[in-house]
C-alpha cells in the first residue's frame, strides 16, 4: 500500500512559519526606527511628570499654595504672549526628547591607553618564552601585535587583569611542569600581585587561560554539618572543582558553600590524613574541626604534642578515651589503639569466618588524632624509650578495616621527622599557612593551579584526597573557647558542639555519716593500741584520711582511670575451638 503524501501545508509548514517570523521581525524593527522619535518623547514626558510629583510631593503644605500661584502666573504670561503656546509646546517637546534619550554608555571597542600598555608589557615579556629564531610566522616578537597573542582579556575596577586568555606556539612544551610554573610565575608577576590565579592549560589548542580567584569565605564557624557517617568536613574551597555544596549558618544568614569532603570507613581509599603547616597556621584548629564531627559517632584518642592544652576542653567528654600530654601516657594510649586494631581484625575475622556480621564493637569508629607527635620522638630519644610513632604502623596499616582512622598534624619543617609508615599511609593531605611551590609538590604529590600567596588567613592551604584535584581549602573557624583571646561568639558556637560530659561508671559516692551533736567524735590517742586483726576477722583497710576536726570532710571515691587499659590481644582459634 502506497503512502499519501502529507499535504503542502505540512510538508512546508517549518519554512513558511520561518519566513513569517523574519517578516514580522523586519516589520518590528522598521517600526520602531519609524516611532523612535515618539518613544523618546514619550518616555521624556514620562520622566518630568515624575519629577513634577516628586517636587510637589517634597514642596511643604504651607508653600504649596505660593507655588500653586507661580505655576499658574506662568501659564497665563505663556498664553498671552504672541505665538507663547506654540513656544512653550516647542520647549516641551525639547525637554521631553532630551530626558527620554537612550543614556546607557556605549561600550568601547577597545581597551584604554594604560590597559594597552599594559598588554602590551605583558606580550613584550612572553616573547623570550614563545618565540623561536627558526619560526617563520612568529606569533610572538619584539614589536609585534599584542591583540593577535590576547584574544581575550578584562580588567577589574583597579585597571589589573582580572581574566585573559593567551595564545602560544604548538612548539611550546606545554607538558613540561618546569616550563609552565615559569610561565605562570612571570603572569602572575605583570598580573598584580596579592592575588591567586587559577590557570587553565588547553593542550589541543594551545591556549592558556588565566583568572583571578575570589578569596574564600574566613568567617564561617564550626557548626553541625549535614554530612552521612563517614564523611568529614575539611574545609570549604572553590566551586569550579565540587560538585556540592553544603548549607551553612553565616550570621543570622543560610547559603550554600562548596566543602573539601574527606570520606573514611572500610571502603575509603584514602583512610588517613596527614597535614602540615607552618605555627600558627591552623592545624590545631583543623584537629579540633575533625574532634567534634568524629564524636557524632565515634570514639577519639588525642595525642598534643604541643603540651599548650589547645585540647583541654575535650577532656572527660562523652567519646574522648583519653588526651594525653605525656610520653609515658601517649605511649599507653597508642599501645592500646594498637592492640585494639588487633582485637577488631580478629573479631571481624572469626565472624567472617562463622558466616555472621562483624560485630558491633568492631563497626564503631575510632580516632586516634595526633598533635605534633616528632615531639615525642625527641623526648623517647633522650629517655632511651620506644619511639612512639613505631606504635601507629598497626593502626596505619591495618586501620581501614577495623574502622580506626589516624590522623596526624605537625609542622612544615619536622616532615624528615615523621617515621615511614606515617609517610606511606596517609593518602589524604592538608597543608597550611604559607608554603613554596616546592613545598607543596612534595608534600601534595602535584602542584596546585594556583599561585600561592605569602600572606594568608589562619586555616587556609591546599587539601589533596588521594590522587585527585588539589583544593584551595579554608578551615572552618574552631578555636579554643578557653582561650581568652577569643571572641565569646566563637567560644559559644565550639561549646554548643561539646558533647556532655562523661558519667563515672559507679555512679555512686560515699555519704558521709550523721552524727548526734552532741557525740563528740572519737579520736585516737597516743597510747591507744592499733586493732588487730584476728584469725576469724578480715583485716581492716584504710579506704581514706579519718574525717577529724581538723580535716573534716568525706571519704574521696577512686574514679576510673582516664587513661585506656590496654585490651587482651585475641590470637586465631584453634581446631578445637571452632569444633
Given amino acids: ?78 498664553a498671552l504672549v504672541p505665538y507663547g503656546p506654540l513656544l512653550a509646546v516647542i520647549t516641551l517637546m525639547g525637554a521631553a526628547a532630551w530626558q527620554g534619550r537612550d543614556r546607557t554608555a556605549a561600550a568601547s571597542d577597545g581597551p584604554d591607553e594604560s590597559q594597552s600598555q599594559r598588554l602590551k608589557s605583558l606580550y613584550e615579556a612572553l616573547v623570550p618564552h614563545f618565540s623561536a629564531a627558526e619560526d617563520p610566522e612568529p606569533l610572538y616578537s619584539h614589536g609585534g601585535a599584542w591583540d593577535k597573542a590576547f584574544p581575550t582579556y578584562a580588567f577589574d575596577g583597579g585597571g589589573r587583569i582580572s581574566q585573559l586568555v593567551v595564545r602560544y ?80 549558618t553565616h550570621g543570622e544568614r543560610r547559603r550554600d558553600v562548596p566543602p573539601v569532603v574527606w570520606r573514611t570507613g572500610p571502603r575509603s581509599t584514602e583512610p588517613h590524613l596527614l597535614a602540615l603547616g607552618q605555627p600558627g597556621s591552623g592545624t590545631s584548629t583543623l584537629l579540633r574541626s575533625i574532634a567534634l564531627q568524629a564524636l557524632r559517632h565515634g570514639d577519639v584518642v588525642i595525642i598534643d604534642g604541643g603540651g599548650t592544652g589547645e585540647y583541654a576542653c575535650l577532656s572527660g567528654r562523652d567519646g574522648v578515651l583519653a588526651v594525653e600530654a605525656g610520653l609515658a601516657g601517649v605511649t599507653a594510649s597508642l599501645e592500646w ?132 584535584p588539589v583544593h584551595r581549602l579554608q578551615v572552618p573557624a574552631t578555636p579554643n573557647p578557653y582561650d581568652d583571646a577569643t571572641p565569646d561568639a566563637l567560644c559559644q558556637a565550639v561549646l554548643d558542639l561539646l558533647p556532655p560530659r562523661t558519667t563515672p561508671a559507679d555512679g555512686e559516692t560515699i555519704p558521709e555519716q550523721d552524727q548526734s551533736a552532741d557525740e563528740p567524735e572519737p579520736v585516737p590517742t597516743a597510747g591507744q593500741p592499733e586493732p588487730v586483726a584476728t584469725a576469724g576477722e578480715p583485716e581492716p583497710v584504710a579506704v581514706g584520711p579519718v574525717a577529724t576536726e581538723a580535716n573534716p570532710g568525706p571519704v574521696p571515691v577512686l574514679g576510673q582511670d582516664p587513661r585506656p587499659h590496654p585490651a587482651p590481644v585475641l590470637t586465631k582459634p584453634s581446631e578445637a575451638d571452632r569444633s
Avoid at 21 to 46: F, N, Q, W
Avoid at 176 to 197: C, F, N, Q, T, V
Avoid at 218 to 236: H, N, S
Wanted: charged letters at 25%.
Fill in 1 to 78: 500500500m502506497a503512502r499519501r503524501p502529507l499535504p503542502r501545508i505540512l510538508s512546508n509548514g517549518s519554512a513558511q512559519l520561518a519566513r513569517s517570523r523574519e517578516l514580522a521581525r523586519t516589520a518590528a524593527d522598521s517600526a520602531a526606527d519609524v516611532l523612535h522619535p515618539l518613544i523618546t518623547i514619550t518616555r521624556g514626558l514620562r520622566r518630568l511628570a515624575a519629577a513634577g510629583r516628586r517636587r510637589w510631593a517634597e514642596t511643604p503644605k504651607e508653600r504649596r499654595g505660593a507655588l500653586l500661584f507661580l505655576v499658574t502666573s506662568v501659564v497665563l504670561v505663556v
Fill in 169 to 248: 606556539p604548538a612548539y611550546f612544551t606545554d607538558g613540561e611542569a618546569e616550563a609552565r610554573a615559569r610561565i605562570e610565575h612571570l603572569l602572575a608577576a605583570k598580573s598584580g600581585r596579592g592575588r591567586e590565579y587559577h590557570f587553565a592549560w588547553d593542550e589541543e589548542g594551545n591556549q592558556l587561560t588565566l583568572g583571578v580567584l575570589l578569596p574564600l569565605p574566613v568567617d564561617i564557624t564550626a557548626q553541625r554539618f549535614v554530612t552521612a557517617p563517614g564523611e568529614t568536613v575539611l574545609g570549604f574551597t572553590d566551586p569550579t572543582l565540587v560538585q556540592r555544596t553544603l548549607p551553612l
Fill in 337 to 468: 589503639a594498637a592492640t585494639e586494631t588487633e582485637r577488631r581484625l580478629v573479631a571481624a575475622n572469626r565472624a567472617h569466618q562463622a558466616g555472621h556480621p562483624p560485630p558491633d564493637d568492631t563497626k564503631r569508629p575510632l580516632w586516634i588524632l595526633l598533635d605534633r607527635p616528632t615531639a615525642f620522638t625527641h623526648l623517647a630519644a633522650a629517655d632511651g624509650r620506644r619511639d612512639p610513632q613505631s606504635l601507629l604502623q598497626v593502626p596505619l596499616r591495618h586501620g581501614r578495616p577495623a574502622n580506626v582512622t589516624v590522623v596526624v598534624a605537625d609542622q612544615l619543617d619536622s616532615m624528615d621527622a615523621l617515621s615511614e609508615p606515617v609517610r606511606r599511609h596517609t593518602r589524604a593531605r592538608v597543608v597550611l599557612g604559607p608554603a613554596t611551590a616546592d613545598q607543596l609538590e612534595s608534600v601534595l604529590g602535584a602542584p596546585p593551579h594556583t599561585t600561592p600567596i605569602d600572606q594568608l588567613p589562619p586555616g587556609r592551604g591546599y587539601a589533596r584526597l588521594g590522587t585527585g
